[in-house]
């Protein structure tokens, strides 16, 4: 099937930090499912010829291949509604939400301009037919099974993290540090900084407890008295809930123990305690780290357990197939 995936090549549009999510996870899937599938890079052409070049551009290529279907990801305000609508006379169109659990109004407002758009939410579908767009599907995040792997090698840390830098998460791992435990960290602001991304997969694998820690704003006294960045991130950040994310999958995808946060609609996707290990709050997650630090065996019960279910449910490729036989698509 033809495919015009209209998203960022690199992470936030800057090649200094790599290739994007999309790129790995949707570009890349779909060509290994055996698609016919063209990138149009939005934010490079952005910077290269301005805002309406770029959609003028956009509707030229789209008129002239007639995908079977153009999926957007979208930024910020980088397209014209009125391009995305008639994009939709020579192609159908979908639209990926990643952050629709937040950005609320955002998301209702260009979800109307498409055929069909996702969302990662658990209860959105049945919120977005309670506002007249029935066209909504599920679509959680998942794991592109090529690019996370499980590699036979030891384990050399006892506690890793990858991520970018967020105050509420540097506090999370200055208290397990001061509990006594060392934690690896690398991501974007880090001093370790981005990790290539088979060095990522490589410290999942070589890590006995990988953490997923959420970047949502947190009214921890203990927290918001621990910096000035920490109450100034609280007052303006946007981010007011957990949602699900690429994360949960990837690392299970790498046969990797996880201990992660928790968000409503994450035991849908593994069941927590045998095949994800999740904390409840500061406090838990030192006890937690301590706790599955001591028991080998279990951790290797449970990341085997999430890897399996993983490779059995939550592959992108079965995210994509489930969305085409939704959208009546020749796939």
């Known amino acids: 099937m033809k495919i015009l995936l209209v998203c960022m090549q690199y992470d936030y549009g800057e090649p200094g930090r790599g290739y994007s999510f999309e790129y790995y996870n949707f ?52 397209f014209e509604p009125e391009t995305v609508e008639r994009l939709r006379e020579f192609s159908t169109t979908l639209c990926f939400f990643h952050d629709d659990t937040w950005r609320v109004e955002y998301s209702r407002y260009w979800a109307r301009h498409f055929d069909f758009f996702t969302t990662p939410d658990i209860y959105g579908e049945y919120k977005y037919s309670r506002l007249g767009l029935d066209r909504a599907i599920y679509f ?73 820690l959420s970047n949502s704003a947190s009214w921890d006294i203990r927290y918001l008295s621990s910096s000035w960045r920490a109450v100034a991130n609280r007052l303006r950040s946007a981010k007011t809930v957990e949602q699900l994310k690429a994360r949960q999958f990837e690392i299970n995808g790498c046969g990797a123990f996880q201990l992660s946060y928790y968000v409503e609609g994450l035991e849908k996707c593994y069941e927590i305690g045998t095949e994800i290990a999740i904390y409840a709050d500061p406090d838990d997650l030192v006890a937690k780290v301590q706790q599955y630090l001591a028991d080998d065996n279990l951790r290797k019960t449970i990341a085997q357990a999430g890897y399996q279910r993983t490779l059995r449910d939550h592959t992108f490729a079965q995210r994509f197939e489930t969305a085409f036989k939704r959208m009546e698509l020749d796939a």
């Open 27 to 78: 570009y890349q899937s779909l060509l290994q499912m055996g698609h016919e599938v063209c990138l149009f890079d939005f934010m490079t052409e952005l910077r290269t010829v301005g805002k309406a070049a770029m959609n003028r551009k956009l509707l030229a290529v789209v008129s002239e291949t007639r995908p079977a279907v153009t999926m957007f990801s979208l930024y910020t305000d980088q």
């Open 140 to 212: 959680p995040f998942g794991c592109n099974e090529k690019l996370y792997y499980k590699m036979d090698v030891p384990k050399k840390y006892d506690v890793s993290f990858v991520g970018g830098w967020h105050p509420y998460r540097e506090w999370l791992i200055r208290r397990l540090r001061k509990a006594g435990m060392t934690v690896e960290v690398a991501g974007y602001r880090w001093p370790r900084g981005i990790l290539a991304h088979e060095d990522m997969v490589r410290l999942f694998n070589e890590s006995k407890i990988n953490l997923n």
